[in-house]
């Protein structure tokens, strides 16, 4: 191209550039101003890359693609919800969604909060940003709290989408009201820490948004049986509710509506035995309680705002208290530290369950966790209470275990601390027993008299079922028990106080999880001192050479600790199996489990140690294992296998069992 020379008023000739008609497309792409210099401008010059003046556009790249499909679906999803905008209007009180209000009152006080249609992110991959927006969460809430407070700052409302999956899930057919009626008739009977009332009422609706829609997905996922030929990890269900889990924690959602929908997949991950997510998960949820400031409602309020009903701040005490069961409940067969912390002594034990989920605080009695546990409690407290212990339990294992480690001339435990602790959770047990079978005495007094006349024999039979909830039993009368302050938990069964009933109470499975959790603990605080050789290193694994005798103390311990381990397991697998299996499969906890597998491991070891499969006889010495024993342990292996169809977490504990196998007959 020929330059262009111009005459200037001095006389002198300029040498003047050619210039393109317009930007080169990398600027207007770039949308960077050109100096349009020709065959290649500044900027690409200086860039050093190909300068195109061309008309015609480049071939569009993967990400405006992507960039396009993003724009469109959100077009699409803006239309679909301006088009059902009416409807949801009319439709979306809460009565309509979930539940119907027990009182024209309360229809007419829901009808005044409209639901806000969910928004739908209908992109699949987890790391893109949620609606556009970056998260607004103020980390002055963990990096300096006092300026947090100071400041008066607010968590904002997440900016997160509910994925496409999930919204198909809840939104087919009435599945959100079925779940959540399954849920309260099963789940929520032997674990109750979310309010029925007052989603009843339609005060968790009026909050809805992705936490709400966390919470539905892990009552779904939660009630769900898992799947034959199937993976407990790779249900559809759980995949979709960890993928929105990731989602609401890059968007810096807090809300208690999130943690209880995180409670609910920690509980599914432990029932299905998804190891280490189960471990983890509650981990995840105990640092989440902590961050929301729970259970107390002081440090709670900043975070998850003021509480205006009794029925929410028994809530909030519950969801800590859930949280504070499942950390021990994990620590169980590994003894490992807790994440939660000890409860302190003002804190309170959750109020009776009926009158909780009935919303009548005229019946909600509260009680210290220093409350005496002979004082009547409900299911949930019960369960409270037996976590405690098992804590309790643990953490003198922990501190045998290192006291032995360390050496020395005395025993590494207080021999009074563990007479205590054996005391407190047998006569727990049989206060809990108590409660579960009050015609259990009677009936066995109405059986002695009917077999008397025909019968030599003292002793009368134990009732056909639980037949180690007998007067003698060793858990429940242990040897060396000190009666020296006799009371309603330091005293055995008393069968003549029972009421006159003609027919068995039928036990109740929902209340069974207290029971196993206290069966659990005594299988623990047993098992370190059942052995004739000083195993409490930890070296069993290794051989016995070189290992110290045991002292007397170590003595009384281990005839106590084999006696009760014969009556635990005598009971703990084939009654409990019997009686979980007829109640259903849907009404089944997973929190039974760990008890049944020590009672079959233990059953095992018996066997393999004397041949008697774990029973006593009439005069209490150990059972014949020649008259069937090893049926009886592959009976109950049987039974516990049948349980996996609910929990998976059963087959697990089967598959352990393997390493306690029987290796020969009588």
Same mark, same amino acid.
């Given at each position: 191209?020929?330059?262009?020379?111009?005459?200037?008023?001095?006389?002198?000739?300029?040498?003047?550039?050619?210039?393109?008609?317009?930007?080169?497309?990398?600027?207007?792409?770039?949308?960077?101003?050109?100096?349009?210099?020709?065959?290649?401008?500044?900027?690409?010059?200086?860039?050093?890359?190909?300068?195109?003046?061309?008309?015609?556009?480049?071939?569009?790249?993967?990400?405006?693609?992507?960039?396009?499909?993003?724009?469109?679906?959100?077009?699409?999803?803006?239309?679909?919800?301006?088009?059902?905008?009416?409807?949801?209007?009319?439709?979306?009180?809460?009565?309509?969604?979930?539940?119907?209000?027990?009182?024209?009152?309360?229809?007419?006080?829901?009808?005044?909060?409209?639901?806000?249609?969910?928004?739908?992110?209908?992109?699949?991959?987890?790391?893109?940003?949620?609606?556009?927006?970056?998260?607004?969460?103020?980390?002055?809430?963990?990096?300096?709290?006092?300026?947090?407070?100071?400041?008066?700052?607010?968590?904002?409302?997440?900016?997160?989408?509910?994925?496409?999956?999930?919204?198909?899930?809840?939104?087919?057919?009435n599945t959100v009201q079925d779940c959540a009626?399954?849920?309260f008739d099963t789940v929520h009977r032997w674990?109750?820490?979310?309010?029925?009332?007052?989603?009843?009422?339609?005060?968790?609706?009026?909050?809805?948004?992705?936490?709400?829609?966390?919470?539905?997905?892990?009552?779904?996922?939660?009630?769900?049986?898992?799947?034959?030929?199937?993976?407990?990890?790779?249900?559809?269900?759980?995949?979709?509710?960890?993928?929105?889990?990731?989602?609401?924690?890059?968007?810096?959602?807090?809300?208690?509506?999130?943690?209880?929908?995180?409670?609910?997949?920690?509980?599914?991950?432990?029932?299905?035995?998804?190891?280490?997510?189960?471990?983890?998960?509650?981990?995840?949820?105990?640092?989440?309680?902590?961050?929301?400031?729970?259970?107390?409602?002081?440090?709670?309020?900043?975070?998850?705002?003021?509480?205006?009903?009794?029925?929410?701040?028994?809530e909030r005490r519950r969801v800590w208290w859930?949280?504070?069961?499942?950390?021990?409940?994990?620590?169980?067969?590994?003894?490992?530290?807790?994440?939660?912390?000890?409860?302190?002594?003002?804190?309170?034990?959750?109020?009776?369950?009926?009158?909780?989920?009935?919303?009548?605080?005229?019946?909600?009695?509260?009680?210290?966790?220093?409350?005496?546990?002979?004082?009547?409690?409900?299911?949930?407290?019960?369960?409270?209470?037996?976590?405690?212990?098992?804590?309790?339990?643990?953490?003198?294992?922990?501190?045998?275990?290192?006291?032995?480690?360390?050496?020395?001339?005395?025993?590494?435990?207080?021999?009074?601390?563990?007479?205590?602790?054996?005391?407190?959770?047998?006569?727990?047990?049989?206060?809990?027993?108590?409660?579960?079978?009050?015609?259990?005495? +009677?009936?066995?007094?109405?059986? &002695?008299?009917?077999?008397?006349? !025909? %019968?030599?024999? /003292?002793?009368? $039979?134990? #009732?056909? *079922?639980?037949?180690?909830?007998?007067?003698?039993?060793?858990?429940?009368?242990?040897?060396?028990?000190?009666?020296? +302050?006799?009371?309603?938990?330091? &005293?055995?069964?008393?069968?003549? !106080? %029972?009421?006159? /009933?003609?027919? $068995?109470? #039928?036990? *109740?499975?929902?209340?069974?999880?207290?029971?196993?959790?206290?069966?659990?603990?005594?299988?623990?605080?047993?098992?370190?001192?059942?052995?004739?050789?000083?195993?409490?290193?930890?070296?069993?694994?290794?051989?016995?050479?070189?290992?110290? #005798?045991?002292?007397?103390?170590?003595?009384?311990?281990?005839?106590?600790?084999?006696?009760?381990?014969?009556?635990?397991?005598?009971?703990?697998?084939?009654?409990?199996?019997?009686?979980?299996?007829?109640?259903?499969?849907?009404?089944?906890?997973?929190?039974?489990?760990?008890?049944?597998?020590?009672?079959?491991?233990?059953?095992?070891?018996?066997?393999?140690?004397?041949?008697?499969?774990?029973?006593?006889?009439?005069?209490?010495?150990?059972?014949?294992?020649?008259?069937?024993?090893?049926?009886?342990?592959?009976?109950?292996?049987?039974?516990?296998?049948?349980?996996?169809?609910?929990?998976?977490?059963?087959?697990?504990?089967?598959?352990?069992?393997?390493?306690?196998?029987?290796?020969?007959?009588?």
């Amino acid at each position: 191209m020929a330059l262009n020379l111009q005459p200037r008023e001095d006389g002198l000739v300029s040498l003047q550039v050619p210039k393109a008609s317009q930007a080169c497309i990398n600027c207007r792409k770039q949308k960077r101003k050109c100096d349009k210099s020709v065959p290649t401008c500044g900027l690409c010059a200086r860039m050093n890359r190909q300068c195109d003046y061309s008309d015609s556009p480049s071939a569009p790249t993967a990400s405006d693609v992507a960039a396009l499909q993003a724009r469109l679906a959100e077009l699409e999803n803006r239309l679909a919800l301006a088009g059902k905008e009416t409807t949801t209007t009319s439709s979306s009180s809460p009565n309509n969604n979930i539940f119907t209000p027990e009182t024209n009152n309360n229809n007419v006080n829901t009808q005044q909060h409209q639901i806000t249609p969910p928004v739908i992110n209908s992109r699949g991959p987890l790391w893109l940003p949620a609606g556009g927006s970056a998260n607004r969460f103020p980390s002055a809430l963990l990096l300096d709290t006092d300026v947090f407070k100071w400041a008066q700052l607010s968590i904002p409302a997440p900016p997160v989408a509910v994925p496409r999956d999930v919204y198909d899930i809840l939104s087919r057919g009435n599945t959100v009201q079925d779940c959540a009626a399954e849920y309260f008739d099963t789940v929520h009977r032997w674990f109750p820490f979310i309010s029925k009332k007052r989603m009843t009422l339609g005060h968790t609706l009026w909050e809805a948004g992705p936490d709400l829609a966390m919470l539905f997905l892990g009552m779904k996922l939660i009630v769900t049986l898992p799947r034959e030929g199937m993976e407990s990890a790779d249900n559809p269900l759980y995949t979709a509710a960890k993928g929105l889990l990731a989602l609401l924690e890059s968007g810096g959602c807090v809300s208690l509506l999130c943690l209880q929908g995180m409670v609910l997949v920690a509980l599914y991950e432990y029932g299905q035995g998804i190891y280490p997510a189960a471990w983890m998960s509650v981990a995840g949820c105990a640092r989440y309680a902590e961050m929301c400031g729970l259970p107390g409602f002081k440090e709670s309020w900043a975070v998850l705002g003021a509480v205006t009903t009794w029925t929410e701040s028994e809530e909030r005490r519950r969801v800590w208290w859930a949280i504070y069961i499942l950390d021990r409940v994990i620590c169980l067969g590994n003894k490992k530290r807790f994440v939660m912390p000890e409860p302190e002594k003002h804190y309170l034990l959750p109020v009776d369950d009926d009158a909780w989920d009935n919303g009548d605080p005229g019946r909600a009695l509260s009680a210290g966790i220093t409350t005496p546990l002979e004082q009547p409690q409900g299911r949930f407290a019960r369960l409270v209470q037996s976590s405690m212990l098992v804590s309790r339990t643990i953490t003198h294992i922990r501190t045998t275990l290192r006291n032995q480690q360390l050496g020395g001339d005395t025993d590494p435990f207080d021999i009074n601390e563990v007479d205590d602790l054996i005391n407190t959770l047998t006569s727990f047990s049989t206060l809990i027993q108590q409660e579960l079978l009050p015609s259990l005495g +009677s009936l066995t007094r109405t059986q &002695s008299n009917n077999t008397s006349t !025909s %019968s030599t024999s /003292s002793t009368s $039979p134990p #009732p056909p *079922n639980w037949h180690f909830l007998t007067s003698n039993s060793v858990p429940l009368n242990p040897p060396y028990h000190n009666p020296s +302050s006799p009371s309603l938990l330091t &005293s055995p069964f008393d069968f003549s !106080s %029972s009421l006159i /009933s003609p027919q $068995p109470q #039928p036990l *109740n499975p929902l209340s069974l999880p207290p029971l196993s959790l206290t069966h659990s603990a005594l299988f623990l605080l047993y098992d370190i001192h059942c052995c004739p050789e000083n195993l409490l290193d930890g070296s069993g694994a290794r051989g016995f050479e070189n290992l110290q #005798p045991k002292t007397a103390n170590q003595h009384a311990l281990q005839v106590r600790s084999v006696a009760g381990l014969r009556s635990l397991s005598s009971g703990a697998v084939r009654e409990l199996c019997m009686e979980l299996l007829d109640a259903g499969l849907a009404k089944v906890s997973p929190l039974c489990l760990d008890e049944m597998y020590n009672g079959l491991a233990t059953l095992r070891w018996l066997w393999k140690e004397g041949g008697d499969n774990g029973g006593t006889g009439e005069d209490g010495s150990p059972g014949d294992g020649c008259t069937g024993g090893g049926l009886g342990v592959m009976q109950a292996a049987e039974d516990v296998g049948r349980l996996s169809s609910r929990w998976r977490l059963a087959e697990e504990y089967l598959g352990l069992v393997g390493f306690h196998d029987v290796g020969g007959v009588c």
